[in-house]
């Protein structure tokens, strides 16, 4: 049966409802089964359709009007909430009573009896209603622009699993920051950049985060690599995703993927060279300025050959989990070198350009001069005054001769790398005038008359000698001196007089 238009349906229930309403018990099933089949419903349906008859919302009554609170509760309202503090509206209901009160017994509002009323009936939904306007008002709700969010949907993801064994060209990129122990302020960044299929790693450093600069380094780093960049995958930092760094992928026709937020596993290639090869090399000290950039520039400029050329790394070749258990089976280690000349993806000019590059290369200089980029950039961190900056960048590297004769016995002095070395601690100084020293001759001469005394006998004759001068407070300063004295009456008695003069007069 071809069902009827709203319109007619409405035209039809308008007309059959009353007549339904006032029908015998045989009538009403009778206009049920002609009003169900006229309008398709279901018989239910049309039961509960024509007891209530036609919608309020399409009578020709328009509604009254539900709105109980006039003027002067919107304004006794707002009053009460700018005392409140402008709290929200379920806040504002549990204290409108204690709040009438107070301001009332100070002199601060009168109310009517039904405007009290009034304003305690109100629930908290009809409160916020009412502030509205005043809310907006106030503390507008500024919608953030969704830039970021916009760029960021725009870019694919790729999780660790798609990587189906890319071709030369597909890398990862990461940022790892010299910020020291505190990362406040500015501080050289390092840009590294790895690639899926050989594990070649190319190091960049950055001076600033900007991303005009990151694109600025990564079109250096292009000219550099040994086979044209395909895919560009990053994490979700906005240093990468942005405006800037997507047009320019997409200009060059360069793959721009990103990894998902906070799994860090989806870029574990690069992960694993930032600790590594990165903080190997350069360590965990504070790097800022120009000059920190320049010295990691050339050590970059030696680290990337010696890494790429003579230092083999594993490729996960499979990985199976049974439960609990993973199982990892890896490729023959191979240096990126390696891994670009055997690949038949690689065309004959790349593979001619990396057999003449490693082919003058002297791994032994290559070490010798890293070791010398370390110490400058070292010096660069640990000291502050400029002259001494200037001094320690010139001081002359080891010779290649020494180095070379080193390595035999390198290995006893333990992490050679200057990198990695701790800072030397500086001197403890005396930050307070030294209480004893107008009387340190006498408690030494005390001291060697009588070796035997005590650091408490000595203070209670000083005490006894100098009243009221020297409280009790310095005995554990007494004590101090005292075990110095004794060790250097110790030393005495082993090594000599002489050498203990001497010795004592090189501590001073």
Known sequence: MRRISMATRDELLAAVSERYRGSSRADKKRIIDEFAAAAGYHRKHAMRVLRAGLSRSKRAAPRPSRRIYGEAEREALIVLWEASDRVCGKRLKAIIPTLIEAMERHG???????????LLR???????????????????????????????????VRTFSDWHDPPPGFVEADLVAHSGPVARGSFVQTLVITDIASGWTELAPLLVREQTVLVDVLREVRRRLPFPLLGFDTDNDTVFINET???YCAAEKIEFTRCRPYRKNDQAHVEQKNGDIVRRIVGYRRYEGIAAAEQLAKLYALARLFVNAFQPCFKLAEKTRNGAQVKKRYHKPLTPCDRLLTDPRVDASSRKRIAELR????????????????????????????????????????PLDSFVAGLRTAWQGGEIRPTSQPKPKAKRSRRRPDPLVAVTDDLQSWFHADPSLSGRQLLDRLQAEHPGEYPDRLVRTVQR????????????????????VSEAAADA
Not at 125 to 130: C, E, L, N, V, Y
Not at 378 to 386: F, P, Q, T
């Open 108 to 118: 601060h509002l009168a109310l009517t009896t039904e405007l009290r009323m009034s």
């Open 359 to 398: 082919a003058d290369l002297d791994p032994v200089r290559l070490l010798a001069e890293i070791r010398g980029a370390q110490q400058g950039l070292v010096a660069l961190a640990d000291v502050v005054d400029h002259a001494s900056v200037e001094t320690s960048r010139s001081k002359p590297t080891v």
């Open 245 to 247: 760094v997507r047009n």
């Open 481 to 500: 001196r005292l075990k110095i004295w004794r060790s250097a009456v110790a030393h005495e008695l082993v090594f000599g007089r002489d050498q203990s």
């Open 122 to 156: 109100m629930s908290a939904a009809t409160i916020d209603r009412a502030l509205r306007p005043q809310r907006e008002q106030c503390s507008p709700r500024r919608r953030r622009s969704g830039a970021i969010s916009t760029i960021r949907r725009s870019i694919p």
